[in-house]
């Protein structure tokens, strides 16, 4: 985005984000603990209660593709020897530490002393952290998170991430930080997590206005960035979010739509809803397919991976550790096909959408299976249709932008023709 | 008249299909496709105009002449009109490689080189300018539509007598392959009427004097009519590098099921293989596209393989599918990587395996792929519709109804003769429809 394009708080999420990896850089030298875990189920308040940092290495991965160096990290990792179908992330951020381990910002990551396994239900997940044991040298403590196969989070699946929890991750910490588990300062954190996902879930929901004054996928990955992160459970994250939106309150009542690439969208044409993660090293590129057609993407399941917040969910500080369990156990990827079918259907119907589309990359099979069967289903419920491309989370050679395009216009056109722009036989 | 028209930029072929206003097919136009987007869509519409034209003769012409003399008169004219649109070409090549023999690369041999070329070309527009028996003009139809591949075909047969030590096949071939391009990319001069004109006042010495003035008459007539443009829509690979406003310019995906629709209306699965893409489309009852699957960035087992295939065996594309068809026991092919076609054709035929049986297993393997797609784009429905240009393929298209019958039970399997064009007629289509309208507006 241009300078000009930026919102307030848009320099203030840069100004968070800088300031993170400004403490990441100095964390040897103050003292503090490091702990890399994944953003899918992170228990981001329980680690910041014990003044450790956190590192997502899944963020650094697409932050390196987004910057364009995700290609290097990929060959060098190829190089050590992981193959061309392993997952992209696992082997940009490999590449990226035998490269140096130089993060967004220009500025060397510490090493992990402690890797927090949260989320286990994608089994990748297990094998990379594996792979960082071996690199760092460092212990793992894994908080094994069991998927909602029927659909629901029963007692004793709540009973079983709690005990992990007490069991496992808080010895844990306290044998790394030193210092006891202190619970009414998780309970402080997770009071101001609540504060902010209240604000975060209205902006998201803002998109129900037509035209919608933001897009929930591509500037939606920037609007959870702050809550899916290092952030969560923060004073930052609370004026983040309160900030982001009033000014997205403020372009509703101005009737705005979404700021693009390309400056503020003037005629939404096309409203979508977007099943699956981006691509990140053709981002801007990308996104372009969409705004320069006027598509809008109203609601995105990608942007709940770190937590399903607009059903109802808010973390309670009156019930610490019960409510890191329903998190970690609610985001997306734990999801059921069945659950995550039902929540397309419902974005459908409730942002008022013309069509879903499926972003299958290739990289994640724990996202993508089962896609295609989610899509005819949900076709099949709303009469709304549906639309296929495939990308990659980091490896631009899995990124052919004149096959997405096609695709992307294609689907579009087919769209306005099914709703009649063009209903007519033309034979007379 | 109003004519409608549609331009399909492929990534081998251009091809634009002109409609009158009651959506029936006047014209139809194919040419190579080139790095200059713009000309091979200019190219393929003057041909569409071309044969819109003789369409319009025929139809003046079943208004006085009986059936037998009709056929022998639109023969003899299209055939004359084709002979004096390829002197012209001919003519250009002339220059062009006089052209290029005055390079600095061929200066140690340019005179020897320039004489042996002049003689070369001068021959085939001797060959071209003699009149042909009634039975050579039949089979002349049935050869290469492109200038490119007929010139081609005689200039290298030629080159190999009109070499010697001096001055090389190689050589001759060279200025050849530069020459050529130069040709493909001049628009002839010539207008259609000055075209037509002489090719009339050859063929009507074939005839006595009362016929000859009625063709005369028929031919005024068809030429009298005046095409008006009512509009071009563009689609396509190249589409986006067409110069059209945004809103003329639509997906091949609509357009090949729009125009699949109209040629079978019961259609409801349509299959296309093209050079880099194949797509499986499902349509609904108005030919309105409502699921579809392609590709991804991976091109392996669209046409563009069959063509590297065929270079490799140095065969032309259109030789594949018969030699398959003669398979008594196909070998099993699962790759269909375009990269890797060559090395393993070349495996195969060391290891002793037939040349028709591993063609027959290359088609199956691109069929395969095909099905897969169409698996995913929700199945084949009946009727099902293939189109594109390895529609034409036999083997393609038996491994294809062999498959469907295997995973989906009987079909009815559309293949139209102009399936190539299907794209193009789906975009002329849009054309008319937004004309309809407009005026309704």
Known sequence: ???????????????????????????????????????????????????????????????????????????????????????????????????????????????????????TGCFTFLKWFELLREEYQCPVVLLHTPYQADGEITPSMREYMIKQIKSEVIPALEKLTGRAFDEDRLRELLKLSARAEDDMVSVLQSAKHRPSPIDAYFGGVYYIGPMFTAFRGTQGAVDYYSLLRDEVEGRVARGEGPITPDGPMTTEKYRLVVEGPPNWTDFREFWKMFSDEGAVVVASTYTKVGGVYDFGFRHDPHDPLGTLADYCMGVYTNRSLPQRVSMLEH???????????????????????????????????????????????????????????????????????????HAQEARP | MRTFTGIDLGSTTTKAVMLDEDGQILGRGITNSRSNYDLAATIAKAEAHVSARFRLLSRELEKTEPAATLEKFLT????????????????????????????????????????????????????????????????????????????????????????????????????????????????????????????????????????????????????????????????????????????DIRSEILCHGLGAHHQFPATRTVLDIGGQDTKAIQVDDRGIVTSFQMNDRCAAGCGRYLGYIADEMSLGVHELGPIAMQSERRVKISSTCTVFAGAELRDRLSNGQRREDILAGLHRA???????????????LDEFTFTGGVANNEAAVTALRQLVDENYGARTVNISAGSIYTGALGAALFSLRAAHEQAAA
């Open chain 1, 1 to 119: 985005m241009t300078t000009v394009d930026k919102e307030p708080s848009m320099v203030k999420q840069k100004e968070m984000i800088g300031a993170h990896f400004d403490r990441l850089s100095t964390a040897r030298d103050d003292g503090k603990k490091v702990v890399y875990t994944f953003v899918p189920g992170n228990l981001t308040e329980l680690l910041l209660s014990f003044d450790v940092l956190p590192v997502y290495p899944e963020i650094n991965a697409l932050q390196s593709a987004m910057r364009k160096k995700s290609g290097d990290f990929i060959t060098e990792a190829e190089r050590l020897g992981h193959s061309e179908d392993v997952c992209t992330y696992v082997k940009c951020d490999i590449g990226m530490k035998h490269k140096g381990n130089i993060g967004p910002t220009g500025q060397v990551l510490p090493k992990p002393d402690l890797l927090l396994l949260s989320y």
């Open chain 2, 366 to 380: 691109i069929i395969l792929r095909a099905m897969s797609l169409l698996a995913r784009s929700g199945g084949v």
């Open chain 1, 347 to 421: 974005y459908v119907r409730e942002y008022g959408a013309d069509g879903v589309l499926v972003n299958s990359v290739k990289s994640c099979n724990s996202f993508s299976a089962g896609q295609l069967v989610m899509l005819r289903e949900v076709e099949k419920r709303t009469g709304i249709a549906g639309g296929f491309i495939e990308t990659d989370l980091v490896d631009a050679r899995y990124f052919s932008a004149a096959n997405v395009k096609n695709r992307i216009e294609s689907y579009l056109q087919m769209i306005q023709q099914k709703r009649g722009g």
């Open chain 2, 76 to 247: 003899l004219i299209e055939v004359e009109f084709r002979r004096q649109q390829s002197l012209e070409q001919l003519r250009l090549l002339a220059d062009a490689t006089a052209r290029e023999c005055e390079h600095p690369r061929v200066a140690r041999i340019k005179d020897a080189l320039i004489e042996r070329v002049a003689a070369l070309v001068e021959h085939m527009i001797q060959a071209e300018a003699k009149p042909a028996p009634l039975m050579v003009v039949k089979e002349e139809k049935k050869t290469s539509d492109f200038f490119r591949d007929r010139a081609a075909s005689q200039y290298s047969r030629l080159a190999e007598t009109h070499a010697d030590a001096r001055v090389t096949f190689d050589d001759l071939m060279s200025i050849f392959d530069k020459a050529i391009i130069r040709v493909e990319n001049t628009e002839l001069k010539e207008s259609f009427q000055d075209l037509m004109l002489r090719a009339l006042s050859k063929v009507s010495a074939r005839f006595d004097e009362t016929t000859a003035q009625r063709h005369r008459t028929a031919v005024q007539r068809a030429l009298d009519i005046e095409l008006l443009n009512g509009g071009v829509i563009g689609t396509g690979y190249g589409r986006q590098r067409l110069p059209f406003p945004k809103q």
